[in-house]
C-alpha cells in the first residue's frame, strides 16, 4: 500500500525517506567539515558578528526550530529574519556596522527572495560570511556562492531535494545540517530509529485525524516548537489546498486573541516540549483546550499519559534528545503525515495540490526591485 499505508506519491515517498536520508546529511557535513570549521570559527572569534538564519517560508521555520538549541550551545544570541522581510526592509535587517554570518536554507536556491536577501546583506553589512544549505547546489544561490571568499556551501544529498511541492525531506536535512554545522552533539542513528517508530504507526493516527474531517487545524508549541507549529499549519495549508486551514502560536500565545478560531469543526494539536519547565505550558493549554473542543478533538504529540492532558489523544514521539530543535524533526513527522491524509481525504494530488498554478513549488510573480545607491 505505499509507503508505510501513505500512499505512493513522491511526497509520501519524502516523507517515508527521511530516516534513511538524515545519515547521510551527517556524512555530507563531514565531507566539508573543515572548511565549515573554518568560515565558522572565524565568524564567531568576534564577539560583535550577529548570527543571522535566513530563508522563505519552510526554510524561513528551520531557523526557528534550530535557533534556540543553537543560541544555547554557542552561548549567543542567533536571530532569524526571513528573506522576505530583509529584501521588504534591509535597513531593519542590518540596524548597525557588526559583521553578520548568514546562513541561508533554499531547497532549491532559486527564490528570487533567497538571492536578494543575500546580495543586500552583502552590500550593507562591512564584513559578511556565508553559509549555505542547500538541497540543490546546482541552483543559482549555490552557483552563486560557491567558491566566493567568506562562503561556503553545503551540498545536501539528492534525495532531499523533494521533487513533491511541499516541502519534507528538505526540511528536516537542512535543520539537522545547521545543528551539525555548528558543533552541536546529534545522535543521528538514535533520532532515525525514533523516527521509523513513528512513521510506522503514522498512518493510522494520521488517518484518524483526516477522518474527523476538520476545517481547521490548530498547532501550538513553546520555544523552538512554535516554530515547528508553523511548519506543521503550513503543510496543512498546502497539501490541502486551504481547505484544511492551518493556524499556528505558541502555548501561552494562543489565548491572546487566536482562541477567537476554535469551532466544533477544529482540531488542536498540541507539541510538548522535552524541557520540563516549556512542557508545563503545553500541558496547561492542552488541558483547557479539551475543555473547549472536547477530548476526541486535542492532540498531544509527545510522551504523556492522556489523564496528564485532560484527556486528550496522544501521539507518542519517545527518545532521548540534547533539545526540543532536534525532537521536532522527529515530531514534524506527524504534521507531515497528517497533511497528507487531509489531502487524500479531500481527494487531492499532494505532490501538485495547485495545478492551475495559483500557488508553486518554486514561488513566482515575485519583482525584485532596485535598492537605492548609498543606503
Known amino acids: 500500500m505505499g509507503e508505510r499505508g501513505l500512499g505512493t506519491s513522491w511526497t509520501a515517498r519524502e516523507i517515508g525517506q527521511q530516516p534513511a536520508t538524515w545519515p ?4 555530507a557535513l563531514r565531507r566539508v567539515r573543515a572548511r565549515v570549521d573554518g568560515l565558522v570559527g572565524a565568524a564567531l572569534a568576534d564577539p560583535a558578528t550577529r548570527i543571522v538564519l535566513t530563508g522563505a517560508g519552510t526554510s524561513a521555520f528551520i531557523g526557528e526550530v534550530v535557533a534556540p538549541a543553537l543560541a544555547r550551545h554557542l552561548g549567543r544570541p ?10 521588504a526592509d534591509p535597513r531593519a535587517a542590518v540596524p548597525d556596522g557588526r559583521p553578520v554570518l548568514l546562513v541561508s536554507f533554499a531547497r532549491s536556491g532559486n527564490s528570487p527572495e533567497s538571492l536578494a536577501a543575500a546580495e543586500l546583506l552583502h552590500r550593507l553589512t562591512p564584513r559578511l560570511r556565508h553559509l549555505v544549505i542547500t538541497c540543490h547546489p546546482q541552483g543559482e544561490l549555490g552557483a552563486r556562492w560557491a567558491g566566493a571568499d567568506d562562503a561556503v556551501v553545503v551540498a545536501l544529498p539528492e534525495e532531499t531535494h523533494d521533487r513533491s511541492f511541499a516541502m519534507t525531506s528538505s526540511f528536516t536535512g537542512m535543520a539537522l545540517a545547521a545543528l551539525l554545522a555548528f558543533g552541536v552533539d546529534v ?11 513513528v512513521l510506522d504507526g503514522a498512518a493510522e493516527r494520521a488517518s484518524a485525524i483526516a477522518g474527523a474531517k476538520p ?3 490548530v498547532y501550538l508549541g513553546s520555544g523552538a516548537l512554535r516554530g515547528l507549529a508553523k511548519e506543521a499549519a503550513l503543510k496543512s495549508l ?3 489546498r486551504g481547505q484544511v486551514v492551518g493556524i499556528a502560536d505558541s502555548s501561552l500565545g494562543f489565548r491572546h486573541g487566536p482562541k477567537s478560531v476554535l469551532d466544533d469543526r477544529t482540531i488542536a494539536v498540541v507539541f510538548l516540549s522535552t524541557d520540563p519547565y516549556a512542557r508545563s505550558y503545553d500541558v496547561d493549554i492542552a488541558r483547557e483546550l479539551v475543555q473547549s473542543l472536547g477530548t476526541d478533538r486535542v492532540v498531544v504529540v509527545g510522551e504523556a499519559e492522556p489523564a496528564e492532558c485532560g484527556g486528550a489523544q496522544v501521539w507518542p514521539v519517545g527518545g532521548t534528545y540534547g533539545s526540543p530543535s532536534e525532537w521536532a524533526l522527529v515530531a514534524v513527522i506527524t504534521a507531515q503525515t497528517t497533511a497528507l491524509a487531509c489531502s487524500l481525504a479531500l481527494d487531492l494530488t499532494p505532490d501538485n495540490p495547485f495545478p492551475g ?16 545607491e548609498g543606503e
Not at 24 to 27: F, H, K, L, S, Y
Not at 78 to 87: L, P
Not at 187 to 197: F, G, K, L, P
Open 78 to 87: 542567533v536571530e532569524t529574519i526571513a528573506t522576505t522581510d530583509v529584501v
Open 24 to 27: 547521510r546529511v551527517a556524512d
Open 215 to 217: 476545517d481547521r487545524l
Open 238 to 240: 498546502e497539501l490541502t
Open 357 to 372: 498554478g495559483e500557488v508553486n513549488r518554486v514561488v513566482q510573480g515575485v519583482v525584485i526591485h532596485e535598492f537605492p
Open 187 to 197: 545522535d543521528v542513528a538514535a533520532m532515525a530509529r525514533q523516527a521509523t517508530a
